[in-house]
Protein backbone atom coordinates (compact mmCIF):
# COMPACT_ATOMS: atom_id res chain seq x y z
CA UNK A 1 0.00 0.00 0.00
CA UNK A 2 1.88 3.12 -1.06
CA UNK A 3 2.38 6.37 1.38
CA UNK A 4 -0.79 8.48 -0.66
CA UNK A 5 -3.40 5.49 0.13
CA UNK A 6 -2.68 5.54 3.45
CA UNK A 7 -3.20 8.96 3.43
CA UNK A 8 -6.03 9.30 2.02
CA UNK A 9 -7.84 6.49 3.85
CA UNK A 10 -7.64 8.58 6.65
CA UNK A 11 -8.82 11.59 5.12
CA UNK A 12 -11.58 9.49 4.07
CA UNK A 13 -12.10 8.21 7.53
CA UNK A 14 -11.34 12.26 9.29
CA UNK A 15 -13.97 12.83 6.27
CA UNK A 16 -11.24 15.65 5.54
CA UNK A 17 -10.34 13.73 1.53
CA UNK A 18 -11.06 16.04 -1.20
CA UNK A 19 -13.35 15.15 -4.50
CA UNK A 20 -10.16 14.23 -6.40
CA UNK A 21 -8.93 12.28 -2.91
CA UNK A 22 -12.04 10.19 -3.35
CA UNK A 23 -11.44 9.32 -7.08
CA UNK A 24 -8.12 8.36 -6.67
CA UNK A 25 -9.54 5.68 -3.32
CA UNK A 26 -12.24 4.32 -5.73
CA UNK A 27 -9.87 3.71 -8.24
CA UNK A 28 -7.46 1.88 -5.71
CA UNK A 29 -11.05 0.01 -4.22
CA UNK A 30 -11.44 -1.60 -7.85
CA UNK A 31 -8.96 -4.51 -6.33
CA UNK A 32 -10.88 -7.06 -4.05
CA UNK A 33 -7.39 -7.57 -2.02
CA UNK A 34 -7.97 -3.59 -1.10
CA UNK A 35 -11.80 -3.94 -0.85
CA UNK A 36 -10.74 -6.77 2.12
CA UNK A 37 -8.38 -4.11 3.83
CA UNK A 38 -10.65 -1.26 3.82
CA UNK A 39 -13.41 -2.81 5.15
CA UNK A 40 -11.37 -4.02 8.01
CA UNK A 41 -10.37 -0.72 8.34
CA UNK A 42 -14.17 0.73 8.97
CA UNK A 43 -14.95 -2.28 11.15
CA UNK A 44 -11.96 -1.44 13.58
CA UNK A 45 -13.79 1.17 15.24
CA UNK A 46 -16.50 -1.37 16.43
CA UNK A 47 -13.82 -3.33 17.70
CA UNK A 48 -12.61 -0.88 19.41
CA UNK A 49 -15.42 0.27 21.30
CA UNK A 50 -16.40 -3.31 22.24
CA UNK A 51 -13.39 -4.27 23.42
CA UNK A 52 -11.49 -1.08 24.49
CA UNK A 53 -11.28 -2.08 28.41
CA UNK A 54 -9.81 -5.61 27.53
CA UNK A 55 -6.93 -4.94 25.43
CA UNK A 56 -3.24 -4.70 27.20
CA UNK A 57 -1.37 -2.77 24.77
CA UNK A 58 -0.62 0.06 26.58
CA UNK A 59 0.73 2.46 23.76
CA UNK A 60 -2.45 2.47 21.81
CA UNK A 61 -4.70 2.43 25.13
CA UNK A 62 -2.85 6.24 25.84
CA UNK A 63 -3.62 7.12 22.15
CA UNK A 64 -6.67 6.17 22.60
CA UNK A 65 -7.92 7.78 25.81
CA UNK A 66 -5.77 10.78 24.48
CA UNK A 67 -7.46 11.12 21.14
CA UNK A 68 -11.32 10.24 22.88
CA UNK A 69 -10.86 12.92 25.58
CA UNK A 70 -10.30 15.74 23.37
CA UNK A 71 -12.96 14.08 21.08
CA UNK A 72 -15.19 14.69 24.52
CA UNK A 73 -14.06 18.11 25.12
CA UNK A 74 -14.75 19.66 21.58
CA UNK A 75 -18.72 17.80 21.55
CA UNK A 76 -19.56 17.67 25.15
CA UNK A 77 -23.51 17.74 24.82
CA UNK A 78 -23.58 15.32 21.55
CA UNK A 79 -24.12 11.81 21.95
CA UNK A 80 -21.94 9.29 19.86
CA UNK A 81 -22.55 6.37 18.84
CA UNK A 82 -19.25 5.22 17.75
CA UNK A 83 -15.87 5.68 18.99
CA UNK A 84 -14.27 9.26 17.73
CA UNK A 85 -13.56 9.23 14.14
CA UNK A 86 -9.89 10.99 15.07
CA UNK A 87 -9.10 8.10 17.74
CA UNK A 88 -9.86 5.34 14.37
CA UNK A 89 -7.57 7.36 12.87
CA UNK A 90 -4.96 7.06 15.46
CA UNK A 91 -5.82 3.63 15.11
CA UNK A 92 -5.33 3.22 10.72
CA UNK A 93 -2.35 4.97 11.21
CA UNK A 94 -1.25 2.22 13.62
CA UNK A 95 -2.46 -0.63 11.90
CA UNK A 96 -0.19 0.38 8.60
CA UNK A 97 3.26 0.01 10.47
CA UNK A 98 1.56 -3.51 12.56
CA UNK A 99 -0.14 -6.32 12.43
CA UNK A 100 -2.03 -4.90 15.61
CA UNK A 101 -5.24 -5.28 14.31
CA UNK A 102 -4.66 -8.87 13.69
CA UNK A 103 -3.69 -9.51 16.92
CA UNK A 104 -6.05 -7.83 18.32
CA UNK A 105 -9.20 -9.00 16.65
CA UNK A 106 -7.32 -12.44 17.54
CA UNK A 107 -7.28 -12.37 21.24
CA UNK A 108 -9.87 -10.29 22.63
CA UNK A 109 -12.73 -9.94 20.04
CA UNK A 110 -12.77 -13.61 19.58
CA UNK A 111 -12.81 -13.83 23.76
CA UNK A 112 -15.30 -11.51 23.84
CA UNK A 113 -17.58 -12.80 21.26
CA UNK A 114 -18.30 -9.40 19.93
CA UNK A 115 -16.48 -10.21 16.10
CA UNK A 116 -18.92 -7.69 14.17
CA UNK A 117 -20.84 -9.83 11.66
CA UNK A 118 -20.00 -7.81 8.31
CA UNK A 119 -21.56 -9.57 5.08
CA UNK A 120 -20.81 -8.33 1.24
CA UNK A 121 -24.46 -7.66 0.00
CA UNK A 122 -23.47 -7.48 -3.16
CA UNK A 123 -25.11 -10.63 -4.63
CA UNK A 124 -28.16 -10.37 -2.21
CA UNK A 125 -29.69 -7.14 -3.39
CA UNK A 126 -31.95 -6.80 -5.99
CA UNK A 127 -31.61 -5.46 -9.22
CA UNK A 128 -32.26 -2.06 -11.17
CA UNK A 129 -35.15 -1.80 -13.41
CA UNK A 130 -34.79 0.06 -16.82
CA UNK A 131 -38.08 1.14 -18.80
CA UNK A 132 -37.83 1.38 -22.58
CA UNK A 133 -39.40 3.74 -24.18
CA UNK A 134 -42.24 1.42 -25.67
CA UNK A 135 -43.06 -0.04 -21.44
CA UNK A 136 -40.70 -2.56 -21.90
CA UNK A 137 -39.07 -3.39 -18.65
CA UNK A 138 -35.89 -5.09 -18.25
CA UNK A 139 -34.29 -6.40 -14.90
CA UNK A 140 -30.18 -5.44 -14.52
CA UNK A 141 -29.72 -7.90 -11.53
CA UNK A 142 -25.77 -8.86 -10.37
CA UNK A 143 -23.80 -11.44 -12.09
CA UNK A 144 -27.02 -11.18 -15.00
CA UNK A 145 -25.62 -9.09 -18.62
CA UNK A 146 -27.82 -6.76 -21.28
CA UNK A 147 -27.22 -5.32 -24.43
CA UNK A 148 -29.20 -4.30 -27.40
CA UNK A 149 -28.24 -1.87 -29.68
CA UNK A 150 -25.70 0.23 -28.00
CA UNK A 151 -26.51 -0.13 -24.66
CA UNK A 152 -24.86 -2.49 -21.70
CA UNK A 153 -25.00 -3.68 -18.78
CA UNK A 154 -23.20 -5.84 -16.16
CA UNK A 155 -26.15 -5.89 -13.61
CA UNK A 156 -23.95 -3.34 -11.55
CA UNK A 157 -23.56 -0.77 -14.29
CA UNK A 158 -25.36 0.36 -17.44
CA UNK A 159 -23.46 2.28 -20.02
CA UNK A 160 -24.61 3.78 -23.52
CA UNK A 161 -22.80 3.91 -26.37
CA UNK A 162 -24.51 5.68 -28.92
CA UNK A 163 -24.64 8.31 -31.19
CA UNK A 164 -24.97 12.13 -30.07
CA UNK A 165 -26.04 12.76 -33.51
CA UNK A 166 -29.92 12.06 -32.90
CA UNK A 167 -33.00 13.97 -34.32
CA UNK A 168 -35.35 12.42 -31.66
CA UNK A 169 -35.22 12.01 -27.68
CA UNK A 170 -36.06 8.67 -26.85
CA UNK A 171 -36.61 8.63 -23.24
CA UNK A 172 -35.32 5.78 -20.69
CA UNK A 173 -36.11 5.53 -17.18
CA UNK A 174 -33.87 3.59 -14.60
CA UNK A 175 -35.24 2.78 -11.26
CA UNK A 176 -33.49 1.53 -7.85
CA UNK A 177 -35.65 0.01 -5.33
CA UNK A 178 -34.58 0.03 -1.49
CA UNK A 179 -31.74 -1.75 -0.80
CA UNK A 180 -29.63 -1.26 -4.24
CA UNK A 181 -27.58 1.43 -5.75
CA UNK A 182 -26.40 1.50 -9.75
CA UNK A 183 -24.17 3.26 -11.49
CA UNK A 184 -25.37 4.74 -15.20
CA UNK A 185 -23.23 6.64 -18.20
CA UNK A 186 -25.38 8.40 -20.70
CA UNK A 187 -24.70 8.73 -24.16
CA UNK A 188 -22.45 11.48 -23.53
CA UNK A 189 -20.27 10.45 -21.24
CA UNK A 190 -21.99 11.86 -17.73
CA UNK A 191 -21.14 9.19 -14.91
CA UNK A 192 -24.37 9.12 -12.90
CA UNK A 193 -24.86 7.38 -9.59
CA UNK A 194 -28.37 6.18 -8.26
CA UNK A 195 -28.71 5.52 -4.52
CA UNK A 196 -31.44 3.41 -2.94
CA UNK A 197 -35.11 4.30 -3.98
CA UNK A 198 -34.70 6.71 -7.05
CA UNK A 199 -35.94 6.95 -10.37
CA UNK A 200 -33.86 8.70 -13.52
CA UNK A 201 -35.43 9.64 -16.41
CA UNK A 202 -32.92 10.53 -19.51
CA UNK A 203 -32.61 10.17 -23.11
CA UNK A 204 -30.81 7.47 -24.98
CA UNK A 205 -28.98 9.83 -26.62
CA UNK A 206 -28.97 13.43 -26.89
CA UNK A 207 -29.76 16.05 -29.96
CA UNK A 208 -26.43 17.43 -31.07
CA UNK A 209 -26.67 21.67 -30.34
CA UNK A 210 -29.63 21.13 -27.66
CA UNK A 211 -29.25 21.26 -23.51
CA UNK A 212 -28.68 17.58 -22.21
CA UNK A 213 -31.61 17.45 -19.91
CA UNK A 214 -32.35 14.53 -17.73
CA UNK A 215 -34.78 14.29 -15.26
CA UNK A 216 -34.29 12.90 -11.78
CA UNK A 217 -38.00 12.27 -10.72
CA UNK A 218 -37.36 10.92 -6.91
CA UNK A 219 -34.33 9.89 -4.97
CA UNK A 220 -31.17 11.15 -4.94
CA UNK A 221 -28.25 10.58 -7.17
CA UNK A 222 -24.51 11.69 -8.00
CA UNK A 223 -23.78 12.84 -11.17
CA UNK A 224 -20.54 13.69 -12.74
CA UNK A 225 -21.10 15.86 -16.13
CA UNK A 226 -19.23 15.47 -19.17
CA UNK A 227 -17.89 19.32 -19.89
CA UNK A 228 -19.94 21.45 -22.71
CA UNK A 229 -16.67 21.83 -24.54
CA UNK A 230 -16.93 18.58 -25.41
CA UNK A 231 -20.39 18.87 -26.65
CA UNK A 232 -20.52 22.01 -28.78
CA UNK A 233 -21.30 24.17 -25.79
CA UNK A 234 -24.85 22.45 -24.80
CA UNK A 235 -25.56 23.16 -21.72
CA UNK A 236 -26.44 19.87 -18.67
CA UNK A 237 -29.68 20.07 -16.70
CA UNK A 238 -31.11 18.03 -14.35
CA UNK A 239 -34.64 19.03 -13.76
CA UNK A 240 -36.60 17.94 -10.25
CA UNK A 241 -40.06 19.22 -9.67
CA UNK A 242 -40.00 22.86 -10.45
CA UNK A 243 -36.01 22.72 -10.09
CA UNK A 244 -33.68 23.32 -12.75
CA UNK A 245 -30.18 22.77 -12.28
CA UNK A 246 -27.72 23.99 -15.34
CA UNK A 247 -24.32 23.04 -15.45
CA UNK A 248 -20.99 23.18 -18.33
CA UNK A 249 -19.18 19.98 -16.53
CA UNK A 250 -18.71 19.44 -13.08
CA UNK A 251 -19.54 17.27 -9.94
CA UNK A 252 -22.58 17.62 -7.85
CA UNK A 253 -25.64 15.37 -5.19
CA UNK A 254 -29.04 15.90 -5.70
CA UNK A 255 -31.48 14.59 -2.89
CA UNK A 256 -34.78 14.63 -2.99
CA UNK A 257 -36.87 11.88 -1.64
CA UNK A 258 -40.51 11.89 -1.98
CA UNK A 259 -41.44 11.32 1.97
CA UNK A 260 -39.27 13.93 2.86
CA UNK A 261 -39.63 17.47 3.43
CA UNK A 262 -36.57 18.56 2.29
CA UNK A 263 -34.73 18.60 -0.98
CA UNK A 264 -30.28 19.60 -1.16
CA UNK A 265 -28.25 20.13 -3.53
CA UNK A 266 -24.96 20.28 -3.08
CA UNK A 267 -21.75 21.27 -5.34
CA UNK A 268 -18.64 19.20 -5.14
CA UNK A 269 -16.64 20.95 -7.85
CA UNK A 270 -17.25 23.74 -10.99
CA UNK A 271 -19.86 25.57 -10.83
CA UNK A 272 -24.04 25.25 -11.14
CA UNK A 273 -26.56 27.35 -11.25
CA UNK A 274 -29.98 26.35 -9.61
CA UNK A 275 -33.11 27.79 -11.04
CA UNK A 276 -36.77 27.50 -9.59
CA UNK A 277 -39.60 29.50 -10.93
CA UNK A 278 -38.65 33.50 -10.42
CA UNK A 279 -35.12 32.45 -7.82
CA UNK A 280 -31.83 31.71 -9.22
CA UNK A 281 -28.47 30.37 -7.33
CA UNK A 282 -25.40 30.40 -8.40
CA UNK A 283 -23.16 27.74 -6.52
CA UNK A 284 -19.41 27.29 -5.67
CA UNK A 285 -17.95 24.19 -4.07
CA UNK A 286 -19.12 23.04 -0.41
CA UNK A 287 -22.28 25.17 -1.28
CA UNK A 288 -25.52 23.36 -0.82
CA UNK A 289 -29.07 24.44 -1.69
CA UNK A 290 -31.60 23.15 0.60
CA UNK A 291 -35.55 23.15 -0.21
CA UNK A 292 -38.07 23.25 2.37
CA UNK A 293 -41.04 21.57 0.48
CA UNK A 294 -43.72 22.60 3.39
CA UNK A 295 -42.76 26.26 3.87
CA UNK A 296 -41.43 26.85 -0.39
CA UNK A 297 -38.07 28.10 1.63
CA UNK A 298 -34.53 28.18 0.16
CA UNK A 299 -31.67 28.31 2.19
CA UNK A 300 -28.06 28.30 1.05
CA UNK A 301 -25.33 26.98 3.69
CA UNK A 302 -21.58 25.56 3.23
CA UNK A 303 -21.43 21.82 4.43
CA UNK A 304 -18.57 19.21 4.32
CA UNK A 305 -19.45 17.48 0.98
CA UNK A 306 -17.80 14.09 2.46
CA UNK A 307 -21.26 13.72 3.96
CA UNK A 308 -23.11 14.46 1.16
CA UNK A 309 -21.51 11.70 -1.52
CA UNK A 310 -20.06 9.12 0.43
CA UNK A 311 -23.09 7.18 -0.27
CA UNK A 312 -21.94 6.19 -3.99
CA UNK A 313 -19.49 4.34 -2.54
CA UNK A 314 -21.32 2.46 -0.03
CA UNK A 315 -20.39 4.91 2.90
CA UNK A 316 -22.84 6.79 5.58
CA UNK A 317 -20.91 9.23 7.07
CA UNK A 318 -22.94 11.75 9.85
CA UNK A 319 -22.40 14.60 11.74
CA UNK A 320 -24.92 15.60 14.37
CA UNK A 321 -27.40 13.33 12.54
CA UNK A 322 -30.44 12.89 14.17
CA UNK A 323 -31.42 9.52 15.01
CA UNK A 324 -34.65 9.93 13.11
CA UNK A 325 -32.42 10.62 9.68
CA UNK A 326 -30.11 7.73 10.29
CA UNK A 327 -33.48 5.34 10.61
CA UNK A 328 -34.31 6.48 6.83
CA UNK A 329 -31.22 5.68 5.13
CA UNK A 330 -31.24 2.43 6.79
CA UNK A 331 -34.71 1.72 5.91
CA UNK A 332 -33.40 2.64 2.05
CA UNK A 333 -29.71 0.35 2.56
CA UNK A 334 -31.85 -2.50 3.80
CA UNK A 335 -35.41 -2.20 2.50
CA UNK A 336 -36.82 -2.71 5.89
CA UNK A 337 -38.81 -0.46 8.44
CA UNK A 338 -38.92 1.16 11.78
CA UNK A 339 -41.04 1.42 14.33
CA UNK A 340 -39.46 4.32 16.43
CA UNK A 341 -41.77 3.54 20.23
CA UNK A 342 -40.35 6.82 21.55
CA UNK A 343 -40.20 9.34 19.52
CA UNK A 344 -38.65 11.77 21.31
CA UNK A 345 -35.15 9.39 20.75
CA UNK A 346 -35.47 10.19 17.26
CA UNK A 347 -34.33 13.67 18.10
CA UNK A 348 -30.98 12.26 19.45
CA UNK A 349 -28.01 13.04 17.19
CA UNK A 350 -24.76 11.14 16.47
CA UNK A 351 -21.26 11.23 14.60
CA UNK A 352 -20.33 8.47 13.10
CA UNK A 353 -19.70 6.42 9.77
CA UNK A 354 -21.83 3.45 8.66
CA UNK A 355 -20.95 0.62 6.01
CA UNK A 356 -23.45 -0.26 3.67
CA UNK A 357 -21.79 -3.83 3.82
CA UNK A 358 -22.51 -4.34 7.68
CA UNK A 359 -24.72 -6.03 8.68
CA UNK A 360 -28.32 -4.68 9.92
CA UNK A 361 -27.96 -5.84 13.89
CA UNK A 362 -24.48 -5.06 14.07
CA UNK A 363 -25.23 -1.44 13.10
CA UNK A 364 -28.13 -1.85 15.93
CA UNK A 365 -26.10 -3.09 18.47
CA UNK A 366 -23.51 0.35 17.85
CA UNK A 367 -26.78 2.06 18.52
CA UNK A 368 -27.92 0.93 21.22
CA UNK A 369 -24.28 0.28 22.92
CA UNK A 370 -24.31 4.08 22.64
CA UNK A 371 -27.38 4.05 25.74
CA UNK A 372 -29.71 5.83 23.94
CA UNK A 373 -32.02 3.36 23.13
CA UNK A 374 -32.83 0.48 25.37
CA UNK A 375 -33.52 -2.63 23.10
CA UNK A 376 -34.83 -3.58 19.15
CA UNK A 377 -36.73 -6.18 18.01
CA UNK A 378 -36.43 -7.71 14.47
CA UNK A 379 -39.82 -8.71 13.01
CA UNK A 380 -39.68 -9.56 9.36
CA UNK A 381 -39.35 -6.48 7.90
CA UNK A 382 -40.39 -4.16 10.51
CA UNK A 383 -37.71 -2.81 13.46
CA UNK A 384 -39.15 -2.43 16.97
CA UNK A 385 -36.74 0.49 19.26
CA UNK A 386 -37.30 1.40 22.36
Keep these: MSTEIESIIVKFICREATAQELDKLEVWLKSSDNT????????????????????NDAKIHQILNEQIKHHQKAKMRKKNMRISLYALAAVALIIFGSAFYLKFEKNNLNQQNVTPNIVDVSDEVPGAILTLEDGA?????????????GVKSDGKQLIYDKNE????????????PRGAQFELKLSDGTKVWLNSDSKLKYPESFIKGESRIVHLLYGEAYFEVSPSNLHDGSLFE??????????????????SYKEETKTYTTLVE??????????????KPNDQIIYNKERAEYKKQQVNVFNEISWKNGIFSFEDKKLKDILKVLSRWYDVEFDLR??????????????????????????????????YQMNQEIIIIN
Excluded at 36 to 51: H, Y
Excluded at 137 to 148: I, P, R
Excluded at 165 to 176: E, G, H, P, R
Aim: a negative charge; zero cysteines; hydrophobic letters at 35%.
Design 342 to 375: NHQLGEEEFVGVLSKDQDIEEILEGIKSSGIINS
Design 137 to 149: EVLLKNGDTYQNN
Design 36 to 55: KVFKQLLRVNFAIDNSLNHF
Design 270 to 283: GRILLKSRDEKYAL
Design 238 to 255: VRNEERIIQVLGTQFNVK
Design 165 to 176: DSDKVVFNYLTV
